[in-house]
Nanobody, 123 residues
Framework: QVQLVESGGGSVQAGGSLRLSCAASGYTDSNYCMAWFRQAPGKEREGVAGITSDGLTTYANSVKGRFTISRDNAKDTLYLQMDSLKPEDTAMYYC?????????????????WGQGTQVTVSS
């Protein structure tokens, strides 16, 4: 059974940085897509960034140039480095994964989710 466990959320002032981590377990190899999503109160969940097993990445326009997604396949861990944070980045952040490796940049395919970690950015 696949499990995803996020950590690293918290509260920070605008302009600050946070690093999220997501530990994956239950996969027999590293050939799976991973991504970060977020959901703010009253809004739909949105894809923030995705990454292939080989390290190719995609970003939502709203975070491009400020957030960096990466993964360590040896540790089965996904990361999201968030810099220059803005109040509008405040949301619950979720780690997600799926095994259809040709569709890592299609956020609709993600079907395995972590429990989420809260990020709050104050002005």
């Amino acid at each position: 059974q696949v499990q995803l466990v996020e950590s690293g959320g918290g509260s920070v002032q605008a302009g600050g940085s946070l690093r999220l981590s997501c530990a994956a377990s239950g996969y027999t190899d590293s050939n799976y897509c991973m991504a970060w999503f977020r959901q703010a109160p009253g809004k739909e969940r949105e894809g923030v960034a995705g990454i292939t097993s080989d390290g190719l990445t995609t970003y939502a326009n709203s975070v491009k140039g400020r957030f960096t997604i990466s993964r360590d396949n040896a540790k089965d861990t996904l990361y999201l480095q968030m810099d220059s944070l803005k109040p509008e980045d405040t949301a619950m952040y979720y780690c997600a994964a799926h095994k259809r490796k040709n569709y890592c940049f299609s956020f609709a395919y993600y079907n395995t989710w972590g429990q989420g970690t809260q990020v709050t950015v104050s002005s």
